[in-house]
């Protein structure tokens, strides 16, 4: 992994996008093709009721199982407890007992 990416994508989350297999495969493809990041808009609703929204959450979870080099992320627009919260969580998943603390 690099520690600083040199070439990254941002996604967003909403919309034609909207559908988390689909940022999964568009992370699987960036990392095949030599990306070194990969980072999902935060957002959990639209302006517009019809648009999709994928939990951004959800897709780097996802991301992170189906790669293996890439940076994958969001922006930092949670504020830092609400982040570790969810690693917290998502950790659990993940290995089943107690947090990781990698993350």
Same mark, same amino acid.
């Given at each position: 992994?690099?520690?600083?990416?040199?070439?990254?994508?941002?996604?967003?989350?909403?919309?034609?996008?909207?559908?988390? &297999?689909?940022?999964?495969?568009?992370?699987? &493809?960036?990392?095949?093709?030599?990306?070194?990041?990969?980072?999902?808009?935060?957002?959990?609703?639209?302006?517009?009721?019809?648009?999709?929204?994928?939990?951004?959450?959800?897709?780097?979870?996802?991301? &992170?199982?189906?790669?293996?080099?890439?940076?994958?992320?969001?922006?930092?627009?949670?504020?830092?407890?609400?982040?570790?919260?969810?690693?917290?969580?998502?950790? =659990?998943?993940?290995?089943?007992?107690?947090?990781? =603390?990698?993350?």
């Amino acid at each position: 992994m690099a520690a600083n990416p040199r070439c990254a994508i941002g996604v967003p989350n909403v919309g034609s996008v909207g559908d988390p &297999a689909q940022l999964v495969n568009l992370a699987v &493809a960036a990392e095949e093709h030599g990306w070194d990041g990969f980072f999902v808009w935060d957002h959990l609703l639209y302006w517009d009721p019809g648009w999709h929204v994928a939990d951004p959450v959800v897709v780097i979870a996802a991301a &992170a199982a189906r790669t293996a080099r890439i940076r994958i992320g969001t922006p930092a627009h949670r504020h830092e407890s609400d982040s570790s919260r969810i690693a917290t969580k998502v950790s =659990t998943v993940e290995w089943g007992s107690t947090p990781a =603390t990698s993350w």
